[in-house]
């Protein structure tokens, strides 16, 4: 079946520096990829809609400054998070679809992000 | 506004009965609707899809209803066991877009030995 990897799968940083997560995936084509984030007990919430070759779409709410994303390739998507912040913490979930639009989504494992 | 809700938080199920999870939806008519499950500390995996014209959809022990009158689709785990204990997502597509999927907030479901 379909994989996606995400990596790192946590990792603990000082405020003001920078984070980057990379989402893969292994065994099919994505041309768009998927950036949640949840909190504890809550519902994932849509980050951003990260197209290959193309600018990513961002939710209302969310500032692209601060999160920025890269699809440089069609098996590769990357979330940087800029200048983190304790607020910044939480869990970032990346997910692929490797079909039509209303297939299921495949989603990696994640990244526990703690801004210290 | 559209809302997709689960308003178990959680639910403990003794084994071996049947798990019966809810999943309503308000404001809007999804064309399908999607089951995953989730474990702590982990992405969600999918489950099963169930369109708005399919009354049932089954897999193992799992079990999918749409009822559209109720707006509402019920997730059943059949013969439960410890190893069902997880946290189980109900999504569908946010309205007018094609590629947004929208989740409820999940119900933590316990199975007891």
């Known amino acids: 079946g379909a994989v996606v990897s995400q990596h790192p799968s946590w990792v603990i940083c000082k405020s003001g520096t920078s984070v980057k997560i990379e989402c893969r995936s292994l065994d099919f084509q994505a041309t768009t990829m998927f950036w949640y984030r949840q909190f504890p007990k809550q519902s994932l919430m849509l980050m951003a809609t990260?197209?290959?070759?193309?600018?990513?779409?961002?939710e209302q709410g969310v500032e692209k400054d601060k999160f920025l994303i890269n699809h440089a390739s069609l098996t590769l998507s990357t979330l940087t998070v800029t200048s983190a912040h304790p607020e910044d913490s939480s869990f970032y979930i990346c997910s692929a679809r490797d079909a039509m639009y209303n297939s299921p989504l495949h989603f990696g494992n994640g990244t526990r992000l703690t801004v210290t | 506004s559209q809302k997709i809700e689960q308003n178990s938080e959680a639910l403990n199920i003794q084994e071996g009965k049947t798990a019966t999870l809810t999943c309503n939806y308000t404001?809007?008519?999804?064309?399908?609707l999607q089951w995953y499950r989730q474990d702590p500390g982990r992405g969600p995996v999918f489950l099963l899809l169930i369109r708005e014209n399919e009354k049932e959809k089954r897999k193992e022990r799992l079990k999918v209803t749409f009822d559209t009158t109720l707006k509402q689709s019920l997730f059943h785990i059949t013969a439960s066991q410890p190893a069902d204990s997880a946290t189980y997502l109900c999504?569908?597509?946010?309205?007018?877009?094609?590629?947004?999927?929208?989740f409820g907030k999940g119900t933590r479901l316990h199975i007891l030995p």
């Open positions: 404001n809007y008519s999804p064309a399908y």
């Open positions: 990260s197209n290959e070759g193309s600018k990513a779409t961002y």
């Open positions: 999504a569908s597509l946010e309205v007018n877009r094609d590629d947004k999927i929208i």
